[in-house]
């Protein structure tokens, strides 16, 4: 027993997948497809997904974001959690890594929910903003370039309903944001944004060390 969060050794860790995770087959699928890929390590851990899925189906989430696509792994976990009028606003730079993701989109049946956006994700974030979608959505998930991430947390803030829930992925970077002496532009970026959700009253907080640590923020 423990007060401390566990270290997950690699048979544990399997332990946990075995005992939880209730994939759909292109999830699986899709997560195959995706590991030969030479930045594999930038999809988000099944385990994670699950968790997302839980909270927009406990939120009763329709509108949501998500700023950093890859081959879609998140866009589809999260669209499979949607009801039938849900839609995931996905915002990528890549033509390339978001077509891989497309066919799976379409058998799982929630192609119709992803609306994917190309081009820099401030951009699109800046352009509904500007059409009014303001207050509108219910969930948002950040997991695209670091150094941007404070950028997407504020128009995240003001796209989300109160009591809307932003996700932010990769939070505790492997472990770097921790140690001083790394100071490279992405764990500054994260260490930086840590420190300041810390003590943002416009949100609640929890910082949960599953994957590379997500960040749930709960707008007030
Ligand atoms: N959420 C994805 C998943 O679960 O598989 C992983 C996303 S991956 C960590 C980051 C993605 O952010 C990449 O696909 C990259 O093309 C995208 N990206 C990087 N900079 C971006 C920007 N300025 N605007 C939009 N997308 C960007
Ligand atoms: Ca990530």
């Not at 997950?8 to 999830?27: G, K, M, N, T, V």
């Not at 927009?56 to 792994?73: C, D, P, S």
Request: glycine share 8%; proline share 5%; charged share 25%.
């Amino acid at each position: 027993m423990s007060n401390r969060t566990l270290i997950l050794d690699s048979i544990l860790h399997q332990y946990l997948l075995d005992q939880s995770l209730r994939e759909h087959p292109q999830q699986a699928a899709l997560r195959e497809a995706t590991r030969a890929h030479p930045l594999a390590r930038m999809q988000s851990s099944p385990e994670q997904g699950e968790l997302m899925q839980l909270l927009v189906k406990l939120m009763g989430a329709r509108l949501t974001l998500e700023i950093g696509v890859f081959t879609g792994y998140s866009a589809l976990t999260v669209a499979l959690a949607l009801p039938p009028d849900g839609r995931v606003l996905a915002c990528d730079l890549s033509t390339e890594y978001t077509a891989l993701g497309l066919p799976f989109w379409e058998r799982a049946g929630v192609a119709g929910k992803i609306e994917l956006v190309l081009g820099p994700a401030l951009a699109t974030l800046d352009a509904r903003l500007g059409r009014g979608e303001g207050g509108s959505y219910d969930f948002a998930f950040i997991d695209a370039d670091k150094p941007n991430y404070d950028n997407y947390y504020e128009r995240c803030l003001q796209l989300l309903r109160p009591g809307g829930l932003i996700a932010i992925d990769n939070v505790l970077w492997s472990g770097r944001v921790a140690r001083p002496a790394e100071l490279d532009p992405d764990t500054a970026a994260l260490r930086t944004l840590n420190a300041k959700l810390h003590h943002d009253e416009r949100v609640d907080l929890a910082m949960v060390p599953i994957g590379d640590g997500l960040t749930l923020a709960r707008k007030r």
